[in-house]
C-alpha cells in the first residue's frame, strides 16, 4: 500500500461547482497537513495547512482532516476556471527536519 | 512573503555534462530541499539540508550531489548528467518544524 494516495483525475467540473479532492494515508504518525496547488509549469504553492484533525478554512477552501480514518479533503466552492491546476496533498509526522511526503497530485479542469 | 528563487527557468545540457542547479532563499529557513517532478511520479525528494554544511539523502540521491555552503544557498549538482536526469527540478524551504515553500522549478533536458 503507497503512502499516501490520491486520484490522479482529471476531475472535470463547470464553474461554480463545488470541488472535492482526498486523499488516503497510511501513516497513523502524519500530524501535520497540507494543500498545494501547482499550476502547468509552475512550483507548488501552499494553498492550506492544517495541524491534526478538524476543518480549516481560508476564503472559498475548506481544508479536512479525519485521522481516525486517514483521510484528508480539500473543497472548493465556487469553482473558477482560474482554480483549472492540479493539487497536491502532503503530511508529515511529529518533530524532524519537516520532510514531507506527498501524493501523485489531482488534476482539476474548471470550464467557464 | 517567503521567497524561494532557482537560477534557472529552463536548461538544456548534453550527456556527460556537469550541471549546476542553485536555489537561494531570502527567510532565513533552516531547511532546504531539492525534489524531481515527473509525469505519474509525483514530486521525489533527492537531497535535503537542515543547516549550513549538512546533507541527507533523500529517496532518491544516486547521480546527484549537493552543497550548502550558506544558509540561504543550497545547490543541487549533476556530476554527469544522463538523459533519464530530464526532469523538473523543484528546492523548497522549511522553517524547523513549518511546511515547505517551493521556488518555480528548473525545466532540465539533456540530449
Known amino acids: 500500500q503507497k503512502e499516501v494516495e490520491q486520484d490522479p483525475g482529471p476531475l472535470s467540473v463547470p464553474e461554480g461547482a463545488i470541488v472535492s479532492l482526498n486523499c488516503t494515508y497510511s501513516n497513523s504518525a502524519f500530524q501535520y497537513f497540507m494543500w498545494y496547488r501547482q499550476y502547468s509549469r509552475k512550483g507548488p504553492e501552499l494553498l492550506m495547512y492544517?495541524?491534526?484533525?478538524g476543518n480549516k478554512e481560508d476564503g472559498r477552501f475548506t481544508a479536512q482532516v479525519d485521522k481516525s480514518s486517514k483521510y484528508i479533503s480539500l473543497f472548493i466552492r465556487d469553482s473558477q476556471p482560474s482554480d483549472s491546476a492540479t493539487y497536491l496533498c502532503?503530511?508529515?509526522?511529529?518533530?524532524?527536519?519537516?520532510?514531507?511526503?506527498f501524493g501523485k497530485g489531482t488534476m482539476l479542469l474548471v470550464s467557464p | 512573503d517567503v521567497k524561494v528563487t532557482q537560477s534557472s527557468r529552463y536548461l538544456v545540457k548534453r550527456t556527460g555534462e556537469k550541471v549546476f542547479l542553485e536555489c537561494v532563499q531570502d527567510?532565513?529557513?533552516?531547511?532546504m530541499f531539492w525534489y524531481r517532478q515527473d509525469p505519474g511520479l509525483g514530486l521525489r525528494l533527492i537531497y535535503f539540508?537542515?543547516?549550513?554544511?549538512?546533507?541527507e539523502k533523500g529517496d532518491i540521491p544516486e547521480g546527484y550531489s549537493v552543497s550548502r555552503e550558506k544558509k540561504e544557498r543550497f545547490s543541487l549538482i549533476l556530476e554527469s548528467a544522463s538523459t533519464n536526469q530530464t526532469s523538473m527540478y523543484l528546492c523548497a524551504s522549511s522553517r524547523m518544524t513549518d511546511t515547505q515553500y517551493f521556488g518555480p522549478g528548473t525545466r532540465l533536458t539533456v540530449l
Open positions: 492544517t495541524y491534526s484533525s
Open positions: 539540508s537542515y543547516d549550513v554544511k549538512m546533507k
Open positions: 502532503a503530511m508529515s509526522g511529529p518533530g524532524g527536519y519537516s520532510t514531507l511526503t
Open positions: 527567510m532565513d529557513h533552516e531547511n
